[in-house]
């Protein structure tokens, strides 16, 4: 063997980590994805013709492996429960004293140690190899292994004879706080849909079925226990730990074995004071009884460990000052006041923007311009505001008057009784008119790839588009002097914008964005109108009739006949009519596909782009069932900002839980593996 290929080798493999780690580290990257993936060509090419110098730790062993079409379940060794919480040091105490009528005279320490907001992962070793990595579910996961590979801090071989080289460890992937809004600033350049928090981007990122995606995620872990304590020669958690460091693991952070509940509420109590300082999410702190012994007496329940409770913080909290009260305009016009504020810090995040919902919202917290007020960020990126600080006034603050005409187009704004929002009355408003377009695009609409609000906001400010018809107009010739466009993406849009001319009556009566008009209720018309001129013909002339049809209500009808009876509506449809948009748009031939039949939904928080009741109408539509509360039935919980306590529930019971995106690909007729 040459001691050329060895140095050429080396020096390679010293060049990928390096640009690894101004990648993975430090957001920075010196060089392309291709010249990137260029260097690892060759190493993997050398490695190939002289696989002795191939080694465990070459960069070349975390990439690779082909995508997959969905993840295989695997049933876990041991059940992966969840942990009961705590809010107070008293109810620690308490956790304290059930202990110790379970152990009577007995003495024993815990073991305090961080909690992770991240995902729960089991992770296989055989002779010291990692050989499989599985998502947490009560008692089945995902197989993940080839994503979880591309994590650089897991070990892929460990220290020989530190720990046995058979051994499962169970940990929490996550992604630090600088991770995160570093993917988020790539997405928002390529006007893709930004992520909720760093828990959700890790769990998007996790869950890719192309480990090359996972790969371009900077993800990181820390193991935080064994799974079988007993057939490792360790006799404490602390122990084992140490051990697990040692042989090559990130180990969860800030533990201590302490031997006094006082002392473990002190420790907790200590590390909550400093939680702002650290640079990934940590929403509490875990006690535990160190000795397996005795966690092995103390047993679970169905569902917790009796051995080991959750402390979890108090939701972060700062304050700051509101620099002025913005309103944005919505698709459907609606106008809503948003906090713009001094960015200030809170739970690791950067926050400038509190959303305000609405004006009554504004005048019951008396929120004013100039006020400071508590905001609190809970697992979310978007805030909110707690309170005002009404002692910190001065008397110069402002306060926040609704406008009364839309602060993008200038047409008068319209209150309807009993709503809260006020509405934009200008259809040809242009803030509106963004937006319509990007909710045109959207997957659960026409479905025209690459067509971000980025873009979206690029072509109306070169006039090159004016309504949702003037898409189907643009050229590569067009888009070519537009900044961020070469020949390839934009032929890519056009390309897109073509393939979208046939998507079907359904998707084009949601796209258009009428009022009231949500994806079950396209479907519905679309199945009993043979095109588009019927329906037009029967919602201008008798909307009563609409209301015939089943689950078509008053207010939907009231709002078809009005869109079609506005003129410019009329002009657009004329206009996608004259490029052949609507061709191919007589009654769809497979009604909406039933991906959800006899499945049982759970939905939580709030969703960018459907109201409780459009998202429930989507899931029925589907063939799928809407249940208010989460049960080992449930087969998926959808995830909006701000998730309930159902949230926790669907992770404690291992349900799947999906974000919007992930939602929009069930609507799409697309379900993601099982979970
Ligand atoms: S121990 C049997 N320790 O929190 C108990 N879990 O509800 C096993 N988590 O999603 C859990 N940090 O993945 C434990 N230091 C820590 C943890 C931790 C985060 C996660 C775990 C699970 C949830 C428990």
Redesign the pocket.
């Known amino acids: 063997m040459s001691t050329d290929a060895r140095s050429k080798i080396e020096k390679l493999r010293e060049k990928i980590r390096y640009h690894e780690r101004k990648y993975h580290e430090e957001f920075a990257p010196e060089i392309s994805d291709p010249e990137f993936d260029k260097l690892m060509d060759e190493l993997k090419g050398l490695e190939e013709v002289h696989p002795k110098l191939a080694t465990p730790d070459s960069p070349t062993q975390r990439v690779g492996g082909e995508p997959v079409d969905e993840f295989k379940e695997v049933t876990h060794t041991r059940p992966?429960?969840?942990?009961d919480?705590t809010y107070s040091a008293e109810e620690l105490r308490e956790f304290d004293g059930r202990v110790r009528r379970l152990l009577p005279d007995t003495e024993f320490d815990y073991t305090v140690?961080?909690?992770?907001?991240?995902?729960?992962?089991s992770l296989h070793y055989e002779d010291g190899v990692f050989v499989q990595g599985i998502t947490?579910g009560h008692r089945f996961g995902d197989d993940v292994t080839p994503n979880l590979r591309t994590i650089r801090s897991l070990p892929l071989r460990l220290t020989p004879s530190v720990v046995p080289g058979d051994i499962e460890v169970?940990?929490?992937v996550y992604l630090k706080h600088k991770a995160f809004e570093w993917i988020n600033a790539e997405r928002k350049k390529a006007g893709e849909q930004l992520f909720v928090n760093p828990r959700n981007a890790a769990a998007g990122s996790l869950r890719q079925l192309d480990p090359r995606i996972t790969a371009s995620r900077p993800l990181n872990v820390?193991i935080?226990?064994l799974t079988a304590p007993e057939e490792t020669p360790f006799q404490s958690h602390d122990e084992a730990l140490a051990a697990l460091e040692e042989a090559g693991f990130p180990v969860?952070e800030r533990r201590r074995r302490l031997p006094t509940i006082e002392a473990v509420i002190e420790h907790c109590l200590a590390v909550e004071a400093e939680r702002g300082r650290f640079d990934y999410d940590?929403?509490g702190?875990?006690v535990?009884v160190d000795s397996f012994e005795l966690q092995e007496k103390l047993a679970?329940t169905a569902k917790?460990?009796r051995w080991?409770i959750?402390y979890k913080f108090p939701a972060e909290q700062a304050t700051t000052t509101v620099e002025r009260i913005d309103v944005n305009v919505g698709r459907t016009g609606a106008v809503t006041p948003v906090a713009l504020l001094a960015p200030v810090r809170v739970g690791g995040a950067t926050v400038s923007r509190a959303t305000l919902h609405n004006e009554d919202e504004v005048s019951r917290k008396d929120i004013r311009e100039g006020d400071t007020v508590l905001i609190e960020r809970g697992g979310d990126v978007i805030p909110k505001v707690v309170e005002v600080i009404t002692e910190k006034r001065t008397g110069r603050e402002k306060s926040f008057v609704m406008p009364e005409t839309c602060p993008a187009c200038g047409a008068a704004l319209h209150r309807a009784e009993g709503e809260a929002a006020r509405r934009c009355t200008n259809a040809a408003c242009p803030a509106q008119m963004r937006e319509r377009i990007i909710h045109f695009a959207r997957r659960a609409a026409m479905d025209i790839e690459h067509l971000g609000p980025k873009i979206v906001d690029q072509l109306i400010e070169a006039k090159l588009v004016g309504d949702v018809a003037d898409l189907y107009g643009l050229t590569v010739e067009k888009l070519l002097p537009l900044e961020r466009f070469a020949e390839k993406s934009a032929a890519n849009l056009v390309a897109a914008i073509e393939a979208s001319k046939g998507r079907g009556l359904d998707r084009l009566l949601f796209g258009l964005g009428i009022r009231h008009v949500g994806e079950r209720g396209a479907g519905i018309l679309a199945e009993n109108f043979a095109g588009l001129d019927a329906l037009i013909e029967v919602a201008k002339s008798k909307p009563d009739q609409l209301e015939e049809l089943q689950e078509i209500g008053p207010i939907m009808a009231e709002s078809l006949s009005r869109f079609f009876s506005e003129p410019r509506n009329l002009k657009i449809i004329e206009k996608l009519d004259a490029v052949g948009a609507l061709t191919e748009l007589a009654r769809p031939e497979a009604t909406i596909s039933q991906v959800l039949e006899g499945m049982t939904v759970v939905l939580t928080g709030t969703l960018k782009g459907y109201t409780r009741r459009e998202a429930a109408e989507a899931v029925e539509a589907r063939g799928g069932r809407v249940a208010a509360s989460v049960s080992p039935k449930t087969d998926y919980v959808i995830v909006g900002d701000e998730p309930g306590s159902k949230y926790?529930k669907a992770?404690?019971l291992g349900i799947r839980s999906l974000n919007e995106a992930e939602f929009e690909e069930i609507l799409a007729g697309r379900l993601p593996g099982p979970g």
């Not at 140690?113 to 992962?121: F, N, P, Q, R, T």
């Open positions: 992966m429960l969840s942990l919480n140690e961080l909690k992770i907001d991240g995902l729960g992962v947490r169970r940990g929490e820390f935080y226990g969860i940590a929403d702190m875990v535990k679970s917790h460990p080991a959750a926790d992770l404690s």
